[in-house]
């Protein structure tokens, strides 16, 4: 048995946004197995990418123990998360605009896979290393104080 990083970004503009985000991370925590071996402070910053309330952000990284990396394990944990932002009250599914970008809105909850380990997958559902990381400063902030 080996362990694999995975380090994940938080966000929330919706609620309580606080309260959102301990709640993803205790619900994380159960269906991981683990509880986080670090975690970020928390950030305020502007929505990005749409008009909207600002965020909360943070990233986690957990250690989780597993056979050897796969996609299996990662995509077994991408659905576990997306579950978890439903929980929490997350309903939209991702939406595009007729040039085929993104089109972003308010969240309770949002968690983002941005490494899973040395990785790197590209599948129809997950692209990892996350390809946003570099444009996102509310994601390079708090992972510089996690990243190992």
Known sequence: MTKVDLYLGLGSNLGNREVNLMRAVTLMDQAFGVTPERISK???T???????????NMCILYRLP???????????????????EKALGRDDDPEYDPDGKRVYHNRTIDIDILYYGK???????????H???EQRDFVKKPLKEIYK
């Open 46 to 56: 502007p929505s990005w990418g749409f008009d909207g309330p600002a965020f909360l």
């Open 119 to 129: 990785e790197t997958i590209n599948t129809e559902e997950l692209t990892i290393p």
């Open 42 to 44: 928390v950030y305020e």
């Open 66 to 84: 597993v056979e050897s990396p796969s996609v299996e394990h990662v995509t077994d944990l991408f659905h576990k998360m997306k579950e978890i």
């Open 131 to 133: 390809p946003l990381i």
